[in-house]
């Protein structure tokens, strides 16, 4: 089968680093994204590793080890507004051609004054 | 740059109607098109994928014939949920991947459905 296990929660406070790990189980391979998903709003677009090592995006950074099959979000200088769903997705190849992703369960982040 | 839009972001329909939803990628072409169903609370869940011009390509479990997908042009997709049912209710998103960025999947705001 597929899967992505994320944790469910985390909790941290304002200025503070947080990781959120992502492991994951796919019949094919293309590439991890992270996305961010705010309460009763859609998706939006973080970060896409398709190889191996360390992107940053301003204060979100995404790291990824294909032998490892891991992957994790680092976001930095945590604000408020942080606070959110983020997911883990991977890229893999559709049996009848094309991409499709497939979603972690989402990490709901919590972010304390 | 790289905006998705969805109609209507919310429905109310009575069990039985059918039930369409627009999704439309403004500023770029859409090769592929994708739709999603969400729970409260919970993960994406892919539905199915649509390639312009060509018929979609349904996940395993999902009704062909009760959530039809129109892939018409390369800035539009409907879905159309057909006989809807209570259970139907659900957060329904679309995202659009262009020529351009193939490594980026732009959503559209959802449609909430609520059927009753």
């Known amino acids: 089968g597929q899967s992505l296990e994320q944790p469910s929660e985390v909790t941290a406070v304002e200025g503070a680093i947080v990781q959120i790990n992502c492991t994951y189980q796919?019949?094919?391979?293309?590439?991890l994204s992270w996305y961010q998903q705010h309460d009763g709003g859609a998706p939006t677009f973080l970060s896409y590793?398709?190889?191996?090592g360390l992107e940053e995006t301003g204060r979100f950074s995404s790291f990824l080890s294909r032998s490892d099959s891991y992957g994790y979000l680092l976001l930095q200088e945590l604000q408020m507004k942080d606070s959110a769903s983020y997911f883990c997705?991977?890229?893999?190849?559709?049996?009848?051609?094309?991409?499709?992703?497939?979603f972690g369960a989402g990490t709901r982040l919590f972010v304390k004054a | 740059g790289a905006v998705v839009s969805q109609h209507p972001s919310r429905v109310i329909c009575k069990s039985g109607t059918s039930v369409k939803i627009e999704c439309r990628s403004l500023?770029?072409?859409?090769?592929?098109m994708f739709w999603y169903r969400q729970f409260p609370k919970q993960s994406l869940m892919l539905m199915a994928t649509?390639?312009?011009?060509?018929?979609?390509?349904?996940e395993q479990g999902v009704e062909k014939d009760k959530f039809l997908i129109n892939h018409a042009s390369l800035t539009l997709s409907t879905l159309t949920v057909t006989s809807a049912h209570p259970e139907d209710s659900s957060f329904y998103i679309c995202?659009?991947?262009?020529?351009?960025?193939?490594?980026?999947?732009?959503f559209g705001p959802g449609t909430r459905l609520t059927v009753l």
């Open positions: 995202s659009a991947m262009g020529e351009v960025s193939t490594d980026t999947q732009y």
């Open positions: 796919t019949s094919g391979f293309y590439g």
């Open positions: 590793n398709a190889l191996d």
């Open positions: 997705a991977v890229r893999d190849w559709a049996p009848t051609g094309g991409f499709k992703t497939i």
């Open positions: 500023d770029f072409q859409a090769t592929t």
């Open positions: 649509s390639n312009e011009g060509s018929k979609a390509t349904y």
